[in-house]
């Protein structure tokens, strides 16, 4: 059974940054499809980016695009989101998620993922 398992939230100044890591047990790293969701307070659940663990590709929201960096360490069986320049509405639960890679490139749709972490807690301040 996949797991994941999510470290590195935390309550943070506006303009600071965070690195949220994911690691995967129980399964295969390569060939998996990996996203980061998070969900503020009353609202969705959200996609924020994704990444093709074996090729590379990424996709990301428009509204994180330039300050969130998704990527990997298969060696370490790792998946990381670098957040940058946070802003007080980046507030949320942040969950990775996987499944398995079909073609060379990774939704960020919630339906479309197999398995799923407990989520970490990021806090941004203004």
């Known amino acids: 059974q996949v797991q994941l398992v999510e470290s590195g939230g935390g309550s943070v100044q506006a303009g600071g940054s965070l690195r949220l890591s994911c690691h995967v047990s129980?399964?295969?790293?390569?060939?998996?499809?990996m996203a980061w969701f998070r969900q503020a307070p009353g609202r969705e659940r959200e996609g924020t980016s994704s990444i093709h663990t074996t090729t590379g590709p990424t996709t990301y929201a428009h509204s994180v695009k330039g300050r969130f960096t998704i990527s990997r360490d298969n060696a370490e069986n790792t998946l990381y989101l670098q957040i940058d320049s946070l802003k007080p509405e980046d507030t949320a639960m942040y969950y990775c998620?996987?499944?398995?890679?079909?073609?060379?490139?990774?939704?960020?749709?919630?339906?479309?993922?197999?398995?799923w972490g407990q989520g970490t807690q990021v806090i941004v301040s203004s």
């Open positions: 998620a996987a499944k398995t890679a079909y073609g060379g490139s990774c939704p960020m749709l919630e339906r479309a993922y197999t398995y």
């Open positions: 129980g399964g295969s790293f390569s060939g998996m499809c």
